[in-house]
């Protein structure tokens, strides 16, 4: 069974920078596209971030040119660079596989954007 933990959320004022980090248990993570998702108040989760197992990456249009997503496989991680912080941008961040089905979500860490 697949775990992720998250980390690296806090308060940052708009135009900030955060660093998130997430980790998954197992010995397989090198063969899975990664991605890290949001959900904000009253919304639905989303999909803002994926990379392949080759490295390719995909961003959805609200962070694309802000935000960048990396892999570690020697470390089992994946990070999500995100620059240029919006309010909009507040919501609890989760990493899970992407473009292919879900495994169980990790507690997330929660990202506020607010002066």
């Known amino acids: 069974q697949v775990q992720f933990v998250e980390s690296g959320g806090g308060l940052v004022q708009p135009g900030g920078s955060l660093r998130l980090s997430c980790v998954a248990s197992?010995?397989?993570?090198?063969?899975?596209?990664m991605g890290w998702y949001r959900q904000a108040p009253g919304k639905q989760r989303e999909l803002v971030a994926g990379?392949?197992?080759?490295?390719?990456?995909s961003y959805a249009d609200s962070v694309k040119g802000r935000f960048t997503i990396s892999r570690d496989n020697g470390k089992n991680t994946v990070y999500l660079q995100m620059n240029s912080l919006k309010p909009e941008d507040t919501a609890v961040y989760y990493c899970?596989?992407?473009?292919?089905?879900?495994?169980?979500w990790g507690q997330g860490t929660q990202v506020t954007v607010s002066s």
């Open positions: 899970n596989r992407a473009f292919t089905s879900l495994l169980s």
């Open positions: 197992g010995n397989i993570f090198r063969i899975y596209a």
């Open positions: 990379i392949g197992s080759g490295g390719s990456t």
